[in-house]
């Protein structure tokens, strides 16, 4: 046998086993949405398989004119469909095929099988951001069969929105990358589970997806040097332009509208003086005595210096919180040498 005769006979043994494609495809983006690869392998395959009856995908397959066979194959037997250069797609199901993935890398290794070749082809992908669809459907289920979260109200989980708000600064304060993924989530299920109450409410529902434009609008609005032909070269700009335009929205007769009063007093002194800052208005500090006008002033002078004086005193306060453990490890060493030298006499 020459070497071209060799080649032919190995194509033609290559061919014979045929070709397996397993096709993925993302539940997060709606069904028929898939590649043109996709489609154009779907409808070159012998054979299409699914071993899932609900796929979302088959309405959409069957109304192009694909052909599906309800079947769930063993390794085996795919293995065997392909005989004869036939090529079998597999529609695998959200999470994937495990169990026949298995079955074919088993098959492969063992040396005692001509196996087909296998393709892995990406139907449709995520796009970014989808895993919030998810974060949407789990809150929907918890909320209709969870018998706590069924029971929550707004009010009752204000609480939280405040506890988890505070977690995360403080994991922005550390530097702790892996607590602040985690406390953002935190924050993040709050959003989701306050919107999720609010479908519900029969006078005035809204939803996740109302929430999401109004911030969508809201954003797009308020950079006009970003989405319209407006133009900011300094941070400055875009932040007096901004209150410019909350001042509009709102319709607000002061700056001082719309500053919560209920938030730490420090944090409150620094938004009314960056306001008054940007703003460009001279206010006079206001004359008094005591430990408040101290502090009033000193959060003033930490704000003009570009400091944020509740994050500042907050540091400070956990290196008190370091000394005083400190002071408690030394006190009890003292303690414990005490007792050992009576237990001596």
């Known amino acids: 046998m020459n070497d071209t005769t060799a080649t032919t006979t190995a194509a033609t043994a290559a061919a014979a086993v045929g070709r397996v494609i397993l096709l993925t495809t993302s539940h997060r983006v709606a069904p028929g949405l898939l590649s043109w690869p996709a489609w154009q ?13 609900d796929h979302p995908q088959l309405p959409y397959l069957r109304e192009a004119g694909v052909a599906v066979t309800h079947a769930s194959p063993t390794a085996e037997e795919l293995v065997d469909a392909c005989a004869g250069g036939r090529t079998v797609l597999v529609v695998a199901g959200a999470e994937g095929d495990r169990p026949l993935t298995d079955g074919l890398a088993s098959l492969a290794g063992s040396g005692r099988v001509a196996m087909p070749d296998l393709e892995l082809l990406p139907a449709s992908y995520d796009l970014p951001g989808a895993r919030l669809l998810d974060l949407v459907q789990v809150m929907d289920q918890i909320r209709e069969e969870c018998p706590w979260s069924s029971q929550q109200t707004h009010k009752g989980l204000a609480k939280y929105g405040i506890e988890e708000a505070y977690e995360l600064v403080e994991a922005i304060e550390t530097g702790d990358r892996e607590e602040l993924r985690e406390e953002l989530g935190d924050v993040l299920l709050q959003v989701v589970f306050h919107a ?16 999401a434009g109004g911030i969508v609008d809201k954003l797009i609005h308020r950079h006009p040097h970003v989405f319209g032909d407006d133009s900011a070269d300094t941070p400055e700009e875009v932040k007096a332009h901004w209150l410019r335009t909350k001042a509009e929205e709102k319709r607000r007769t002061s700056l001082t509208e719309g500053i919560p009063l209920g938030q730490p007093s420090l944090a409150l002194t620094a938004k009314l003086a960056s306001r008054v800052r940007t703003a460009g208005l001279d206010v006079q500090l206001p004359k008094g ?16 210096e570009g400091i944020d004086p509740e994050a500042s005193l907050r540091a400070a306060a956990r290196a008190y919180r370091d000394a005083v453990r400190t002071a408690e490890g030394r006190e009890a060493r003292r303690r414990g040498a005490g007792n050992g030298a009576s237990n001596h006499k």
């Open 196 to 211: 999720r109450i609010a479908q519900e409410d029969p006078e005035a529902p809204f939803s996740v997806d109302d929430v």
């Open 41 to 53: 392998a779907l409808r070159d395959a012998d054979e299409v398989l699914c071993g899932d009856a």
């Open 289 to 304: 005595e005591g430990v408040g006008y101290e502090l009033l002033a000193l959060a003033l002078r930490a704000e003009a």
